[in-house]
């Protein structure tokens, strides 16, 4: 039976749904959880926003759970400074791979992209860092470029290559065939990261899953920016009832961090 490990984004992605905010202590809490959970990787935050989320990513990582700890950072080195001063050397490190998002909102060029990856993934692995690439709006990227861009990660050292379905256009139909052409090519691993824009990131994980993909991002409740992220709660009911896959969560936890989670984010609770 294919292993499906869990990426967590609820303490980033999650917090960037409109009004949500959490404090110091239910991020803590929050990991904890998380943790006692059984997901595989917890990813705590974004230190480079500030000493707030450094205090709540430092604490989180010198908890010494069993859960992998990351930050997310963008390609500047200012990003991954913020998070080795947060004792952490787990990072994701997102770019832009689309030609919306590279010419219209950043004004750089795919030459500007390459470049800031190589020499961002050089000054991680300076510093020893375990390092998982996102390419961001993947699913509006050319094809040729978002290829080149996952080579250049593997070539250096990835670990795993984020296809991110930043605004949630993928159908199952269409994820299938761009994952089968990425496999072909590449050996490193494939993570996913959907959107809920159309009410498909969760058919669109277990397509992902389908086409061999092991790593899937989430979040508890689906929160996220938007219409949200991929919810834990219904892929692992999903994954079972659909795939035979068993998370081997516990569903105590899972309904305690649920409610947790929908009374900090002022939410309604998706599961009993």
Known sequence: MQEVYIVDSTLRDGEQAPG????FREKVTIAKLLDRLGVYQIEAGIPVMGEVEQAAIKTIADLGLKSRVSTWNRLLLADIRASLGCGVKDLHISAPVSDIHIYYKLVKSRRWVLDCLKRALRYAADYGCRVTV??????RADESFLLEFALLAQEMGAERLRYCDTVGVLTPFSLSRVIGRLKETLTIEIEF?????????????LTAVKEGVRYIDTTIGGLGERAGNTCLEELAGALKGTCGIDLGLNGRVLRALSRYVARGANRPLISG
């Open 193 to 205: 990261h959907g959107h809920n824009d159309f009410g498909l990131a969760t058919a669109n994980s």
């Open 134 to 139: 996102g390419a961001e709006d993947a699913s």
């Open 20 to 23: 949500v905010v959490f404090d």
